[in-house]
């Protein structure tokens, strides 16, 4: 039997040029990942493919073999990139060809693409951090900063961020310097004369968000400039384990760094994934966060495949919203709507065994907010406030971008939907955002439509629908609002039932279940009316069960009842659907006959009779039965109404009881 063709996926990542020192490991441990999946049977039952692709620190070359990736080698979702040059150039290329990308480096954020999922700490989860933490008591209160960096877009977005925290915590950040210098820069004159201006005004931190090999003759310039790590410590947001190899611990212990992975973090998992490793490499190469967000990606991305049943980039993505996996120091990467990964976060302390000490940890999960920097939310308390209200309000939300897929959902609606909103229930969400918005076009405002959803314990919910057009991450979206009115819905079905309960009981003789007194007039009412407009013929009869005292008196007023119940059953039965018969009280009933003369009205009462003349009534060894008497009278449309056709009947009734019972008699 033929092998089913593999998977491919598409690694992208430089072994050589400035940035290979970080990249070439996050190429490794993919290719490790891979090899675990394959060698536990595949995905999908299929095996998976590794195309990698060397862009050797090109931003240009992102592009181009990441077209390559998606066009001639058909892969299904691509790993890698590691500044945001090279993420921005390969953004288009995998939006115009539909293909995903899992980028699994820290960055600026603003951005939010639907084709890409963000496994990085955005700045409100690495930058502010890491500068609450230098500004309080346990790092030295520190309120002074050198902000250094390489001149691209993540350090000048970052540090845009950081000096609106700092102006919101009533700093003047337009008086701290702020330096730039080009990727591979190894002369450090100009900025170790800058630092020897800052520090001579007191203790201050440098803010580093140096990439690449830079990074290694910065520190050991630092070093030799006689800056001391207490008085003039490094806080850098793209040093890891890497870089610490390549460095002389001297020249970087006591400086710190700020990622969601560290190393040295004591946990049964981490141990585990660092022996993977290990005997994977076959050397002593260190693992650093990067390496553990593209093996969390390519974890997740899996799982999504396996949920979806496909490699579909439309089936995946959608499966990729909720899903979760162990972080290897504690806790779960969660993605969410936004595709952004919740995480928490660790401050380091570089030793001199080339390792960091964990000197912070957050207590949870801090989740990934791109846009915390459009809107200056300088101070991440006020902005975590601000995003737990949001998370807190009981009104589930959800925004739909223009295609109609899930970007954002509030914590309220993983009661109703669970982690993924299921295909079925995503559908009744567009389509009534889609008649909600026609009717917007259209200038009516105010309409609620409803949909009816299943929760994952299988219970059904109904929920009323509002939507609003907003713009979301930059990009026209929905914003969709949901009401559960189960309770409603249920109190209203109850009151209907309640209704129409009391409507049988004002209508309907309790005992025999054909209508009672007041109703039997009242369509008698209506029948005499209609029968006056159209000239019709009518009979009118009265019933009366003959010596019913006796059976009472003998066996019970419970046998009574049960022949009541029985004459009256048996009469409705000889009736035509469109005939009107009541009981009147006791054990007497009337009836009318629309459209009948009176001799097929007295054809018909004698058959009544004949059936009540025949019943038998099992009691023990006893039995019951009774006769009955009628009287029968034609209507006189002109001349009668219902009570004066009642009086003629009624009088004909009691000329048969007269004449010995058990017989019909015209009045």
């Not at 020897?196 to 201050?204: D, L, M, P, V």
């Not at 630092?222 to 390549?246: D, H, K, N, T, Y």
């Not at 400086?255 to 994934?273: D, L, R």
């Not at 039997?520 to 407009?533: I, L, S, T």
Request: charge should be negative.
């Amino acid at each position: 039997m033929a092998q089913p063709d593999p998977i491919r996926i598409g690694a992208l990542h430089s072994t050589s040029g400035t940035m290979a020192l970080a990249e070439t490991s996050l190429r490794d441990v993919l290719l490790m990942e891979v090899a675990r999946v394959n060698t536990a049977g595949g995905l999908l039952g299929r095996q998976i493919e590794v195309v990698a692709l060397n862009p050797a620190s090109d931003w240009m070359a992102y592009r181009d073999m990441a077209h390559s990736l998606i066009h001639q080698h058909q892969a299904a979702a691509l790993f890698g990139c590691w500044t945001s040059v090279s993420r921005k150039s390969v953004l288009p290329v995998v939006e115009d060809g539909d293909c995903l990308l899992y980028y699994p480096m820290q960055y600026e954020g603003e951005e939010q693409s639907r084709n890409i999922f963000y496994f990085g700490a955005t700045p409100n989860q690495q930058a502010i951090p890491a500068m609450e933490y230098m500004m309080s008591p346990a790092a030295g209160a520190f309120s002074r900063f050198f902000f250094l960096g390489t001149d691209y877009v993540y350090p000048h977005t970052t540090n845009r961020v950081l000096k609106s925290f700092l102006d919101a915590a009533g700093l003047a950040a337009d008086k701290f310097p702020e330096h730039y210098v080009p990727f591979g820069h190894s002369d450090w004159s100009a900025e170790i004369a800058a630092l020897r201006a800052f520090h001579a005004q007191g203790r201050g931190v440098i803010i580093s968000t140096l990439n690449g090999e830079s990074n290694l003759s910065f520190y050991k310039a630092l070093r030799q400039a006689g800056f001391p790590p207490g008085e003039l410590p490094v806080m850098a947001f793209s040093v890891s384990e890497a870089e610490l190899q390549a460095l002389e611990p001297e020249d970087v212990a006591g400086h710190y760094a700020c990622w969601g992975y560290f190393m040295s973090y004591a946990s049964p998992a981490n141990a585990e994934f660092i022996a993977a490793w290990r005997a994977y490499a076959q050397d002593q190469r260190p693992i650093y966060q990067p390496m553990e967000s593209t093996a969390i990606g390519f974890r997740m991305w899996c799982q999504a495949v396996t949920d979806a049943g496909t490699t579909a980039t439309r089936a995946v993505r959608q499966f990729m919203y909720g899903q979760s996996a162990a972080a290897l120091c504690g806790g779960r990467y969660t993605m969410g709507v936004n595709h952004h990964v919740d995480m928490r976060v660790f401050i380091g302390r570089a030793t001199n065994d080339r390792q960091f000490e964990v000197v912070w940890e957050s207590p949870r999960a801090i989740p990934g907010d791109p846009w915390a920097a459009a809107t200056i939310i300088a101070d991440t308390r006020a902005a975590n406030a601000q995003r737990d209200l949001l998370e807190a309000l009981p009104t589930p939300l959800i925004v739909l971008d223009i295609h109609g897929e899930a970007r954002y959902r509030s914590a309220s609606t993983h009661k109703y939907f669970g982690s993924t909103i299921g295909a079925a229930s995503l559908t009744a969400i567009r389509e009534v955002a889609r008649v909600l918005e026609n009717e917007h076009a259209g200038g009516e405002t105010g309409h609620l439509h409803e949909i009816t959803i299943r929760n994952p314990r299988g219970q059904t919910h109904c929920m009323t629908v509002a939507s609003r057009r907003i713009v979301f991450g930059g990009d026209d979206a929905h914003i969709l609002s949901l009401a559960d009115v189960t309770h409603i819905r249920r109190i209203e079905e109850e009151l209907r039932e309640a209704n129409e309960q009391l409507q049988h009981l004002a209508t309907i003789d309790p005992l025999t279940g054909v209508s009672n007194r007041r109703h039997f007039f009242a369509q008698a009412m209506e029948e005499w009316q209609r029968m006056r407009r159209h000239r019709r013929p009518a009979a009118m009869f009265m019933l009366d069960l003959d010596h019913f005292k006796l059976v009472n008196d003998r066996h019970g007023h419970d046998a009574g009842d049960k022949l009541l119940v029985e004459a009256a059953s048996r009469v409705r039965q000889l009736l035509r659907g469109h005939d009107q018969f009541g009981r009147l009280g006791g054990e007497e009933f009337a009836g009318l006959l629309p459209e009948t003369d009176i001799t097929a009205a007295f054809a018909v009462a004698q058959r009544v009779r004949e059936s009540i003349a025949a019943i038998r009534l099992k009691l023990g060894e006893d039995a019951a039965n009774v006769t009955c008497s009628i009287g029968i009278t034609a209507i006189v449309p002109d001349v009668d109404t219902p009570e004066s056709a009642l009086k003629r009947a009624d009088a004909a009734l009691y000329q048969a009881k007269e004449a010995g019972r058990d017989r019909v008699l015209i009045g």
